[in-house]
Each structure stands twice: as structure tokens, then as C-alpha cells.
């Protein structure tokens, strides 16, 4: 009796298995991310920190000429930075170890132009790790920005400056345990006359390869992650993760703004965007500059984390060495508008069809219902054949909704180009409400607000069978400013 239900139990496994495995997943399709870029993708939101001589001379781009002694920050304190990131939702904090006017935020051997020169804390200060203690105590990543432009390096324009430069990546990536993100600024601003610098850039991207092989490197062409063509917080409504990016530079060899912008359909390799945008008018601290409002973040979430693109929002610490308090509460304001924002996610109480599933309408692997759960990594899928299906939402009760959220299953590639929603209105009639191109990683669309009892997602083209693995509906919240 007892091997009999084990026999029993046993067959009925090996018919599930087998039944799963008749209907094998869908297939990557064209350039798709390595796993450490789905991660980096899924962190959403980090926050970038422009601090060193120009915050103290009120300058944007320094001259590399500032006596070292001008960089003393009074309380500099890295714990505040990583607690206010965490607090306002951010997986990371990207620093500006070195902008362009060459001084170090650690005690690089290879230049006479860093807090070691400095009178900080007697020449024995270094930000780097402070701030790589701070993050791990918080939970976050640290990141960090190291700027080829140089306007301090006596051998600046010379081939001898890429040695100086791998040397200078090699200590900066070689101190301070994991980095998340390598910044490749792409900014020259010698102007005609000034020193012409060709970089190594195979040199300098194989040595963060070897040194960090887990970072994620951003330029204007990656390789990891590319600039999304504007500082203002936004990404292409049409916005691919795949750039031909063969023949491109970073900085004055790169692609047009507007192809940073919105990426290349098919293109030939995974370089999603990455939107780059101050809370402050400067990247650096000013005094009588002020942070952007609730409102204005918010229309920057939107546009870039929903339209396939992270948010690195820059929020410069003071004199002090501090987040300046008018910042900080705006920034956890911000995260908190986000979360109510999105608390109540009308789609999990629906009931929800496909024209088509993967598999059969019963295949639970590839089910509609795999958009409403949390598990990142399930998906409702179509058969291979099958690119413009339906997937429609059903509720109980009147719901009102301003603001759809889809997210594609990127580990398999960018598939979706064009999609719609419709609504049933009081007559039954199903109604457009709002139509676009790309979803990606992530899509947040606001809407009119309409109050009914289905909603309906047609995907009107894609380049290979649609995958997605969350869908959200939103009503409308209280509007902040
Ligand atoms: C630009 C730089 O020139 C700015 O100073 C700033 O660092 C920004 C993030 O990138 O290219």
C-alpha cells in the first residue's frame, strides 16, 4: 500500500515535469541583458552625489587650478548621505570621486591633486571610504564617477594619460570593496585650442572589467549602460534597451542625442538607458539654488523609471559635507508620494484572460495570472507564433484608474513595440484610453480617470512573442506640489 502511493506520487511528478517540459520557455530574443544588468535595472532609483572643489568655489566645471586647501568640508559625514538614500527608496550612491577638474575624493597615489593635499582632516581624510562604509551599513551600493577629462594631469593630452588613468581606475576600484556602477562622463570642454586627449577607451573598460567584473559601466555607449541624451529627467517615450553601438564613441564619437534617447529597435547590443537628472538646477552645491518640488520629481519618475530607463537623481551635500535638510525632506516626500501612489494595485483583485497563452489556456507556467503575482521572475507568455494577443482584465466592482504599470520579462529580451488599453465604459463598449510604443523593463502610463469594470492590454506589434510579467492599475491620487 505504502509503495504504492509512492509509485502513485511518483509517476504523478514525472507527468508534471514532463508536461512542463513539453512546453519549453520562450526563447531569448536579439541583444538581452546579463544578469548583472537586470539587477542593476531592478534597483530603479540611485542617487548620484557631485561634491569636491566646486562646491566650495561655486563652480560647475573646475579649472583644476584650486589650491587643494579649499576642499574642507566641516562635518563631512558619509552615514547622512546613505541614510537619506535609503529613506527615500534608492538601491545606490554614485560619487564623484573625480570631475573634471582632477582632484581625488581619496588619496590617489598617482596624483598630487586629492584629500591627501588637502588640509581635511589633516590630509588623512578619504570620502571613498567613508562613503563605502556608509553604504554597507545602510544596505546600498556604492557607485562611482571617474571623470577621463582631467584639467589637473600634468600629462593630460599626452598617450602617457591613459596609463595615469588605468592607474588612478585601479586604485579607485581596487580599495574599496564592490562597485555597482563605473560613470564614464563623456564631457571634454578643452574647447579649440585646448589639449586633445585620445582615450583607450578598450584599455580603460577592460580594466573596471577586471578589477569590478560585476559593475555595470555607463558612458553614451555603454557598454553596461548608456546616457539617455538630456539632463532633464527624460527618457524617449519610445525608449529601446538595444543600441548598434559598433563605430560609436563615447562623448564627441557617440550617437545622436536623439538615438541616446530612445535606443535602436534590434539594435545589436543590451545599453538601456540611464537618466541622469539634478534635484538642484546644478549638479554641484549652490547656495541659493533650491531642490525641484514633489511634483516635478514625480513627473521625472515617470519619465524615466516609467519608460524603461533608472532614475540616477543627483542630490549635492554642502560645505558641510552634508544633504542639505531642505533636500532630504524632499527627497523622502518624493519617495512616499511614489509609495501611496502605487499602494493599491487595482489589477490584484481582477480576473484576468488571454487570447492566447503559451502552452495552452491551462498552462499554469505561462498563466495570465503570472502578471498580478510578485515574483519577478514568472510571466504570462504566448506561443511562439502568437505576437498581438489580448489580455483582459476583469473586476468585481467599479474601479477607477489613471495610471497603467506593465513591466516586460527583459532577462528574454525587448520584445513589445506597440500596445494599447481600452476600457469598458457605461454602455459596455469597450473604449480606447491610451495607446504607446515600448514597455521594457518597466512602463507607467497616466491616463484620464475612468471608472469601470474591465480593462483591456492589445499588443498591436512585437518583435517576438510577447512576455510580461507584471501588470498594475493605479486610481488617482491626491496631486502633490
Ligand atoms: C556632465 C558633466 O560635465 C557635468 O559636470 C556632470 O558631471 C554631469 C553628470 O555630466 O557631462
Redesign the pocket.
Known amino acids: 500500500m505504502h509503495n504504492r502511493l509512492k509509485i502513485t506520487t511518483l509517476s504523478f511528478c514525472f507527468l508534471l515535469l514532463a508536461g512542463c517540459k513539453a512546453v519549453a520557455p520562450p526563447e531569448p530574443f536579439g541583444a538581452c541583458p546579463t544578469p548583472q544588468q537586470v539587477a542593476w535595472q531592478r534597483m530603479e532609483m540611485n542617487m548620484?552625489c557631485?561634491f569636491g572643489p566646486n562646491t566650495f568655489t561655486d563652480l560647475?566645471?573646475g579649472e583644476g587650478t584650486e589650491p587643494e586647501s579649499i576642499f574642507n568640508p566641516t562635518a563631512l559625514d558619509c552615514s547622512q548621505w546613505a541614510d537619506v538614500a535609503r529613506q527615500a527608496g534608492m538601491g545606490g550612491i554614485i560619487i564623484?570621486a573625480k570631475?573634471?577638474d582632477g582632484f581625488c575624493l581619496w588619496p590617489n597615489p598617482y596624483s598630487t591633486h586629492t584629500v591627501a593635499q588637502s588640509s581635511w582632516r589633516d590630509g588623512r581624510g578619504d570620502v571613498l571610504r567613508d562613503l563605502s562604509i556608509a553604504c554597507k551599513i545602510a544596505g546600498l551600493k556604492m557607485g562611482v564617477?571617474i571623470s577621463p577629462w582631467d584639467r589637473n594631469a600634468p600629462t593630460y593630452g599626452t598617450p602617457e594619460y591613459n596609463e595615469t588613468f588605468r592607474q588612478t581606475l585601479c586604485d579607485a576600484l581596487g580599495r574599496y570593496g564592490s562597485v555597482f556602477e563605473q560613470w564614464f562622463?563623456?564631457?571634454n570642454g578643452e574647447g579649440p585650442n585646448g589639449k586633445k586627449q585620445i582615450y583607450d577607451w578598450p584599455l580603460f573598460n577592460s580594466t573596471v572589467a577586471e578589477l569590478q567584473p560585476s559593475a555595470v559601466i555607463f558612458s553614451d555607449v555603454g557598454p553596461g549602460c548608456r546616457w539617455v541624451g538630456n539632463?532633464e529627467g527624460k527618457a524617449g517615450k519610445t525608449c529601446w534597451s538595444t543600441l548598434n553601438t559598433e563605430g560609436f564613441t563615447p562623448g564627441a564619437g557617440s550617437p545622436k542625442t536623439d538615438i541616446l534617447n530612445q535606443g535602436n529597435k534590434n539594435g545589436s547590443h543590451w545599453v538601456p538607458a540611464e537618466t541622469?537628472v539634478s534635484i538642484r538646477p546644478g549638479?554641484f552645491y549652490h547656495e541659493n539654488e533650491h531642490p525641484k518640488s514633489v511634483a516635478e520629481l514625480l513627473e521625472i519618475y515617470c519619465n524615466s523609471v516609467g519608460r524603461n530607463s533608472l532614475l540616477l537623481l543627483?542630490v549635492p551635500p554642502d560645505r558641510r559635507g552634508l544633504i542639505p535638510a531642505e533636500d532630504s525632506v524632499r527627497l523622502v516626500e518624493f519617495c512616499r508620494a511614489i509609495d501611496s501612489i502605487f499602494a493599491t494595485d487595482l489589477a490584484q483583485k481582477a480576473k484576468i484572460t488571454a487570447s492566447n497563452t503559451r502552452g495552452g489556456e491551462h498552462n499554469a507556467k505561462y498563466s495570465p495570472k503570472n502578471v498580478i503575482d510578485t515574483n519577478y521572475h514568472t510571466y504570462w507568455a504566448t506561443d511562439d507564433n502568437v505576437y498581438t494577443p489580448t489580455l483582459t482584465f476583469m473586476f468585481d466592482k467599479m474601479v477607477t484608474v489613471n495610471k497603467i504599470m506593465l513591466q516586460e520579462y527583459i532577462p528574454l529580451g525587448q520584445r513589445v513595440e506597440a500596445f494599447r488599453v481600452e476600457y469598458k465604459d457605461d454602455d459596455d463598449e469597450w473604449k480606447p484610453l491610451v495607446s504607446a510604443t515600448t514597455i521594457g523593463y518597466k512602463r507607467i502610463l497616466t491616463t484620464k480617470a475612468v471608472t469601470t469594470t474591465s480593462i483591456r492590454i492589445i499588443i498591436d506589434n512585437a518583435l517576438a512573442c510577447p512576455v510580461l510579467n507584471r501588470v498594475g492599475f493605479f486610481g488617482p491620487e491626491q496631486p502633490f506640489d
Do not use: I, L, S
Request: aromatic share 26%.
Open positions: 548620484f557631485h560647475e566645471w564623484t570631475h573634471h564617477y562622463d563623456g564631457a539632463e541622469d549638479w543627483n
